[in-house]
C-alpha cells in the first residue's frame, strides 16, 4: 500500500532542521514578514529580532538597498556557469570583500554556507601542504565546544557531541584543543577574560603527541557561538598564532558568526589584532538575504596553487552555486550598507550599553553566568535538575511569546540583534528576558 499524498497544508513533510519538529508541529511558529529590527508573525503579532535571525541579519531585515540589488540581478542574469566562466559581479565582490580582509587575506573562494565555507578551507590546507611537499600534514585540529558547520569535515573538527554523535564515524586524523571556558575563573566577563591564554599552549602539546609534520591547520572560532558564547581569554589567539607559526600549522578563524560587524570591525581577526591564514565567512556576509559563503586565503598561500606547472585546474573544488549572480548583488549591497549607515562602528559604540544592560541581569534568578564582546552576549542558566535544556526552552518561547526573538542552546540564551539596535530596543530585549527570568521555575 502507498502512503498518503501530504496535504499542501500539512505541517509533517517538511523535516525541519535542529528542530524539535514535533514539539514545533503541535504548536508552530512561523513569521510571514520582516522589516528593519522586527519579524511578523502569522498570527498577526509583532517579534524584535534579538538574535539577527540566525546570527546573520546585520543590517536588519529587508533593507531597501539590497532588497532592489538581488531584484535587479535577478532580472539581468539569473545565473552564471560559476566553472571556467565568470560574471563582473563575482569579481567585484571578490575584490570589494579582499579590501575588508585583514593582512594579505585577498584571495576569496566563494561558497553558499558556513559549513561549505569550512570544508573548503579544510581542504585547502589539506592541498597546500601537498603542493609545497609536505603531504604529511593531513592531521586538523579543533576545538573542543566548537561549531563548525555540518558537513563531514566541520562537524569533524567541531566539538559539539550531540551533533557528532548519530554520524560516527567522522575524518580520521583529527584532535581537539581543550575549550577556553573556566567558570571559575571567568564569570561575568566583559570582553575577553583575563584568565585562560596559557589554554592555547595546548597546542604545543598536541604537536608532541602527534608530531607537527603530521598537522595541517588549526581552525577555531575567534568567539564561539552556537555553543553558547565563549570570548578568548586575553593572549589565548595570540599564542594560538604563535605557536601555528613555530610549527608550520596554518591558522583557521571561522568566522561564520564573527564576521561582517558583529565585534565592532570586519572581523575579529580585525578586533583581536591576529591575523590566521584563512578566514571563512557567511551569514552577515549578505545580511542573511542570500545564501553565501567564502573564503579569505593568505595570498602567499593561493600562490602555490598558481605555481603549479601546466595550465590546468588548480583545486579541483567548487559549487555549482559558487558566486550566484544574485549572492553577489545581495552581498555587494550589504557590503556598502555596512560603509554607508557605518554598522560596524555603531556595533563598537554599542558594545558599552549593550554589556551594561546584560550585566544588569547579574543576581537574577537561574543566572548563572553573563559573557558579553562587542554586540553578542552569553547569558547562562543554571539547567533544571534532571532536564537539561528545558529551562532554556522554556524562555525562548516565554520571550517569544512576550514579542522578543531570542535564541538558546541548551540554557544558555545567545543574543546577537542586528547592528541597527537602538539602546530602547536593547532595553526592551533585556527588560523581556528578566521578566521571563521570573517567571520560569
Ligand atoms: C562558526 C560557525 N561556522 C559554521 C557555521 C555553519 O554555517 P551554515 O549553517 O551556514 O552552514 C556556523 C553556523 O552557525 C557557525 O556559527
Same mark, same amino acid.
Given at each position: 500500500?502507498?502512503? $498518503?499524498?501530504?496535504?499542501? !497544508?500539512?505541517?509533517s513533510?517538511?523535516?525541519?532542521?535542529?528542530?524539535? !519538529?514535533?514539539?514545533?508541529?503541535?504548536?508552530?511558529?512561523?513569521v510571514?514578514?520582516?522589516?528593519?529590527?522586527?519579524?511578523?508573525?502569522?498570527?498577526?503579532? @509583532?517579534l524584535?529580532?534579538?538574535?539577527?535571525?540566525l546570527?546573520?541579519? !546585520?543590517?536588519?531585515?529587508?533593507?531597501?538597498p539590497?532588497?532592489?540589488?538581488? +531584484?535587479? +540581478?535577478a532580472?539581468?542574469?539569473?545565473?552564471?556557469?560559476?566553472?571556467?566562466?565568470?560574471?563582473?559581479a563575482?569579481?567585484?565582490?571578490?575584490?570589494?570583500?579582499?579590501?575588508?580582509?585583514?593582512?594579505t587575506?585577498?584571495?576569496?573562494?566563494?561558497?553558499n554556507?558556513?559549513?561549505?565555507?569550512?570544508?573548503?578551507?579544510?581542504?585547502?590546507?589539506?592541498a597546500?601542504?601537498?603542493?609545497?611537499?609536505?603531504?604529511?600534514?593531513? #592531521?586538523?585540529?579543533g576545538?573542543?565546544?566548537?561549531?563548525h558547520?555540518?558537513?563531514?569535515?566541520?562537524?569533524?573538527?567541531?566539538?559539539?557531541?550531540? !551533533?557528532?554523535r548519530?554520524?560516527?564515524?567522522? /575524518?580520521p586524523?583529527?584532535?581537539?584543543l581543550?575549550h577556553?571556558?573556566?567558570?571559575?575563573? *571567568?564569570?561575568?566577563?566583559?570582553?575577553?577574560?583575563?584568565?585562560?591564554?596559557?589554554?592555547?599552549?595546548?597546542l604545543?602539546?598536541?604537536?608532541q603527541?602527534?608530531?607537527?609534520?603530521?598537522?595541517?591547520?588549526?581552525?577555531?572560532?575567534?568567539?564561539?557561538?552556537?555553543?553558547?558564547?565563549? %570570548?578568548?581569554?586575553?593572549?589565548?589567539?595570540?599564542?594560538?598564532?604563535?605557536?601555528?607559526?613555530?610549527?608550520?600549522?596554518?591558522?583557521?578563524?571561522?568566522?561564520v558568526?564573527?564576521?561582517?560587524?558583529?565585534?565592532?570591525?570586519?572581523?575579529?581577526?580585525?578586533?583581536?589584532?591576529?591575523?590566521?591564514?584563512?578566514i571563512?565567512?557567511?551569514?552577515g556576509?549578505?545580511?542573511?538575504? %542570500? $545564501?553565501?559563503?567564502?573564503? =579569505?586565503?593568505? #595570498?602567499t598561500?593561493?600562490?602555490?596553487?598558481m605555481?603549479t606547472?601546466?595550465?590546468?585546474?588548480? /583545486?579541483?573544488h567548487?559549487? @555549482?552555486?559558487?558566486?550566484h $549572480?544574485?549572492?553577489?548583488?545581495?552581498?555587494?549591497?550589504?557590503?556598502?550598507l555596512?560603509?554607508?549607515?557605518?554598522?560596524f562602528?555603531?556595533?563598537?559604540?554599542?558594545?558599552? $550599553?549593550?554589556?551594561?544592560?546584560?550585566?544588569?541581569l547579574?543576581?537574577?534568578?537561574?543566572v548563572?553566568?553573563?559573557?558579553?564582546?562587542?554586540l553578542?552576549?552569553?547569558i547562562e542558566?543554571?539547567p533544571?535538575?534532571? &532536564?537539561?535544556?528545558?529551562r532554556?526552552?522554556e &524562555?525562548y518561547?516565554?520571550?517569544?511569546?512576550?514579542?522578543?526573538?531570542?535564541?538558546?542552546?541548551?540554557?544558555?540564551?545567545?543574543?546577537?540583534?542586528p /547592528?541597527?539596535?537602538?539602546?530602547? *530596543?536593547?532595553? *526592551?530585549?533585556?527588560?523581556? %528576558? =528578566?521578566?521571563?527570568?521570573?517567571?520560569?521555575?
Amino acid at each position: 500500500m502507498t502512503a $498518503p499524498a501530504a496535504r499542501p !497544508n500539512d505541517l509533517s513533510a517538511y523535516w525541519m532542521p535542529f528542530t524539535a !519538529n514535533r514539539r514545533f508541529k503541535a504548536a508552530p511558529r512561523q513569521v510571514v514578514a520582516a522589516s528593519g529590527m522586527t519579524y511578523a508573525t502569522d498570527d498577526g503579532r @509583532t517579534l524584535l529580532d534579538g538574535t539577527a535571525g540566525l546570527w546573520c541579519c !546585520n543590517a536588519g531585515h529587508a533593507r531597501r538597498p539590497i532588497v532592489e540589488a538581488i +531584484q535587479r +540581478q535577478a532580472a539581468a542574469l539569473d545565473y552564471a556557469p560559476a566553472f571556467q566562466m565568470g560574471h563582473p559581479a563575482a569579481f567585484r565582490l571578490a575584490a570589494r570583500l579582499a579590501a575588508m580582509m585583514p593582512g594579505t587575506l585577498d584571495r576569496i573562494f566563494f561558497t553558499n554556507s558556513g559549513s561549505e565555507s569550512v570544508d573548503t578551507a579544510l581542504k585547502i590546507a589539506r592541498a597546500y601542504h601537498q603542493l609545497t611537499g609536505e603531504g604529511t600534514r593531513r #592531521r586538523l585540529i579543533g576545538r573542543a565546544r566548537g561549531y563548525h558547520g555540518v558537513g563531514f569535515g566541520g562537524l569533524s573538527v567541531g566539538g559539539i557531541p550531540a !551533533n557528532r554523535r548519530p554520524f560516527e564515524a567522522l /575524518l580520521p586524523e583529527v584532535d581537539h584543543l581543550p575549550h577556553t571556558y573556566d567558570r571559575a575563573h *571567568q564569570a561575568w566577563s566583559r570582553g575577553r577574560p583575563v584568565w585562560g591564554g596559557h589554554l592555547a599552549d595546548a597546542l604545543d602539546q598536541l604537536v608532541q603527541l602527534h608530531d607537527a609534520r603530521t598537522i595541517a591547520a588549526v581552525i577555531v572560532e575567534p568567539v564561539a557561538g552556537s555553543t553558547g558564547v565563549l %570570548v578568548p581569554p586575553v593572549g589565548y589567539l595570540e599564542r594560538l598564532r604563535t605557536l601555528c607559526d613555530r610549527h608550520g600549522i596554518l591558522l583557521i578563524f571561522d568566522e561564520v558568526i564573527t564576521g561582517f560587524g558583529r565585534l565592532g570591525g570586519a572581523t575579529a581577526a580585525e578586533v583581536f589584532g591576529v591575523v590566521p591564514d584563512m578566514i571563512t565567512l557567511a551569514k552577515g556576509l549578505t545580511s542573511g538575504t %542570500v $545564501p553565501m559563503g567564502a573564503v =579569505a586565503v593568505r #595570498r602567499t598561500l593561493q600562490d602555490a596553487f598558481m605555481a603549479t606547472d601546466g595550465q590546468g585546474i588548480e /583545486l579541483f573544488h567548487g559549487y @555549482t552555486y559558487s558566486g550566484h $549572480p544574485l549572492a553577489c548583488a545581495a552581498a555587494e549591497a550589504a557590503l556598502r550598507l555596512y560603509v554607508d549607515e557605518d554598522l560596524f562602528a555603531r556595533a563598537a559604540t554599542l558594545a558599552t $550599553p549593550w554589556a551594561d544592560a546584560v550585566h544588569a541581569l547579574k543576581g537574577r534568578r537561574h543566572v548563572i553566568d553573563l559573557r558579553t564582546i562587542g554586540l553578542v552576549a552569553g547569558i547562562e542558566l543554571e539547567p533544571r535538575s534532571g &532536564a537539561p535544556g528545558e529551562r532554556g526552552f522554556e &524562555a525562548y518561547l516565554r520571550c517569544f511569546e512576550r514579542g522578543v526573538l531570542i535564541r538558546t542552546t541548551g540554557d544558555i540564551i545567545a543574543l546577537s540583534p542586528p /547592528l541597527i539596535v537602538s539602546t530602547d *530596543q536593547i532595553a *526592551q530585549i533585556l527588560d523581556t %528576558v =528578566a521578566a521571563v527570568l521570573d517567571e520560569i521555575d
